[in-house]
């Protein structure tokens, strides 16, 4: 960033432009993340541009969302190192939800920011939220108050990114232990519900993104093929000018016979059908991701360690050991239909951790695949896990 970069102007002259700037803030952020906090000044000019948009500039929600995903991406990329940003971060966020929302995007995009921020640091979260002096208090404390409308809103996250953020933040609540919110343990039969809807969202997304990569390697592989199938290509054997050019020659040749070579200088337009496939990718939408998933972070990268699946897990399978009483509030009044459900994210959760497991054997020169199977029994009353 221009150590010249100044908010002032950017908040005359430069809001309009925030969203077409929204990649360059981006990569500036995570591609040297060292030298984006060498001074701390990047963090704050980072942070005065979306409490503009947020606060200040007349401008839709778009624009919004887009400042809340900057502040996402400067918590979750930067974790460990702006500890002194987080209170600030998170009133914006929560200011910004005391004001009329219109849209299920922008409540998302301010969720997910308080919630990267408990990520980031849950015993900072604690000790910051309800500190905060929000414009229009709520009538409960502030984590009450959030973690409700959290749960409430599960069904607005989309997408991966979004949805693997909420099932991390509500494994971080629930790893929290006696100093956890009160409002986590009135919720207590709420929880899993809700993690078991965003777990079904994300394996559909997940699976969409992979029949989507599938149809992509097909498509660049059909086009390999063509390009190799004839070297003709490198002549336009197709325009008019070189099929009569070759008939008048072949014809030419040919005068002997008492009808010459017939040959069609018609060229076949197939554009329609390409139009219609054009129509066809434009109404695809694969996994319903929305545009931001594009602004990445360690937890979208591709060799990121960071399972939801297996953090879950873990943090249920620690829980049933360490407190079986708060186990048991989380887990004894799930319906037979979610049983089934949960018992299949947590087989699905050793299933990635098995092809996790193979393909850094199979990266280093070997292999190794572990068939996982639904266990037929499972007791969600204390008593101890199937594991």
């Not at 414009?135 to 996250?157: G, N, V």
């Not at 873990?314 to 979610?338: C, F, G, I, K």
Request: net charge negative; proline share 4%.
């Amino acid at each position: 960033m221009d150590e010249n970069f100044s908010p002032k102007v950017f908040e005359k002259d430069g809001y309009d432009y925030f969203t077409d700037m929204m990649p360059a803030l981006h990569n500036y952020i995570v591609i040297d993340t060292p030298a984006f906090l060498s001074n701390q000044n990047h963090v704050l000019a980072m942070y005065n541009i979306c409490k503009f948009v947020l606060t200040v500039a007349d401008c839709s929600e778009d624009p919004e969302c887009h400042a809340a995903k900057l502040l996402e991406v400067i918590i979750l990329q930067c974790k460990g190192h702006i500890d002194q940003c987080i209170p600030s971060f998170i009133e914006l966020a929560l200011q910004r939800l005391t004001r009329e929302v219109r849209t299920s995007e922008l409540r998302a995009m301010c969720l997910q920011v308080v919630i990267a921020a408990l990520y980031y640091n849950p015993q900072l979260w604690l000790e910051t939220v309800d500190k905060i002096q929000l414009s229009i208090p709520p009538t409960e404390s502030i984590s009450a108050h959030f973690i409700k409308q959290w749960l409430h809103d599960a069904d607005c996250f989309l997408g991966i990114h979004d949805r693997k953020l909420c099932v991390l933040g509500l494994s971080t609540l629930l790893a929290m232990g006696p100093n956890r919110p009160m409002a986590v343990n009135e919720c207590a039969s709420q929880i899993i519900p809700c993690l078991i809807l965003v777990f079904d969202g994300l394996k559909r997304a997940y699976a969409a993104r992979a029949q989507e990569n599938q149809e992509e390697e097909s498509e660049e592989d059909e086009s390999e093929d063509e390009v190799l199938s004839t070297d003709e290509d490198e002549i336009n054997e197709n325009s008019a000018e070189y099929l009569e050019a070759l008939k008048q020659k072949v014809n030419k040749g040919k005068n002997s016979l008492e009808t010459p070579l017939v040959i069609s200088s018609t060229i076949q337009d197939n554009t329609s059908d390409d139009d219609e496939d054009d129509d066809d990718d434009d109404d695809y939408d694969a996994n319903d991701e929305t545009g931001f998933e594009v602004y990445t972070t360690p937890l979208d990268e591709e060799d990121t360690e960071i399972d939801e699946y297996v953090v879950f897990k873990q943090v249920l399978l620690t829980l049933e050991s360490s407190d079986p009483m708060w186990y048991n509030a989380l887990t004894s009044n799930l319906s037979p239909e979610q049983q089934t459900a949960l018992r299949e994210v947590l087989v699905l959760a050793d299933q990635r951790k098995a092809a996790a497991e193979s393909k850094k054997i199979e990266q280093s020169g070997g292999y190794n695949f572990v068939n996982q199977t639904v266990p037929t029994s499972f007791n969600f009353g204390g008593k101890p896990l199937g594991r």
